[in-house]
């Protein structure tokens, strides 16, 4: 599937260029999209007024004061999503990049302890307004949609990995409500690109249950198996997390430069592509 989403680029919305020496951004390898809100005002006093020109002035002022106050090169973000269903592109070179399957490196979700790693190195996705309690309106909806289906097609990235910027940072972003709704986002896009899931593997990562010692059930006997596939001892895949199952987490752990405290999170997790 070509890239289908309609894209305002920087040049068409006058932004300013980044800053001298910086640009053209690196080149990175993205593994997730990320879902951000702007903590804006919602209709009927949303910035950009669900107009064109209301959405180009949004980017313009998004821009300056990335630039001008953050002190970043550029708008730190590689999309911004309006009210109108305008989606415009916003870190210089974020539109060539994904539709060569690449993004670039940006300044959108810096990681956290605890918190999922390399999010700057995949596309984010700023959303005008401020979705804590407010349900998105329609048209921002479906142009969300259509963009992270042209995302993930072009730069193979699976639906299951489109994220909320509280997944790797300490913050509220992209609002309760909208972070909620990831999985229904993921669940459309997923059947756009004809790509079939359980609605257990499309849900939020803070839903699924790190596993540890004591741990037992079929998601336990998943890790046995991939332990195995990987090398790593963990015992009869029996469904029980026992002494056997925790040394070779750790063992595993070890390997990939992880802290090795014998759980199962989200890093573990994604290591060992169990999510
Ligand atoms: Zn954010």
């Not at 004061?65 to 974020?94: K, P, Q």
């Not at 329609?138 to 639906?159: A, F, G, T």
């Not at 593997?201 to 195995?228: H, M, P």
Request: with cysteine; glycine share 10%.
């Amino acid at each position: 599937m070509p890239f289908t989403a309609k894209v305002v680029t920087t040049a068409a919305w006058g932004a300013r260029p980044p800053i001298s020496g910086r640009f053209p951004f690196p080149r990175t390898a993205p593994r997730y999209v990320i879902v951000h809100h702007t903590d804006n005002q919602n209709p009927p006093n949303d910035p950009s007024r669900g107009t064109s020109e209301g959405a180009m002035q949004l980017a313009r002022n998004i821009q300056k004061f990335h630039m001008d106050v953050n002190g970043w090169s550029d708008s730190g973000h590689n999309f911004l999503n309006t009210t109108g269903g305008f989606i415009l592109e916003a870190r210089h070179g974020s539109l060539d990049a994904v539709k060569q399957g690449f993004s670039i490196q940006s300044a959108h979700a810096a990681q956290d302890p605890g918190k999922l790693a390399n999010g700057n190195q995949s596309p984010g996705i700023e959303n005008e307004g401020n979705f804590m309690t407010f349900q998105m309106g329609q048209k921002q909806w479906q142009s969300l949609v259509e963009l992270c289906v042209s995302l993930c097609d072009s730069c193979n990235i699976s639906p299951r990995n489109i994220k909320g910027h509280r997944d790797f940072s300490n913050t509220d972003c992209p609002g309760d409500l909208l972070y909620s709704q990831l999985p229904r986002l993921r669940k459309q896009v997923a059947d756009k690109l004809g790509l079939q899931f359980t609605p257990e593997e499309l849900e939020n990562d803070s839903q699924v249950v790190d596993l540890k010692f004591g741990s037992t059930g079929s998601a336990v006997i998943k890790l046995q198996q991939r332990l195995r596939d990987r090398g790593f001892n963990p015992g009869a895949a029996d469904g029980v997390f026992g002494e056997i199952t925790e040394a070779a987490v750790k063992a595993f752990q070890r390997s990939v430069g992880l802290l090795d405290d014998g759980i199962v999170g989200s890093n573990t997790r994604m290591e060992l592509g169990l999510s």
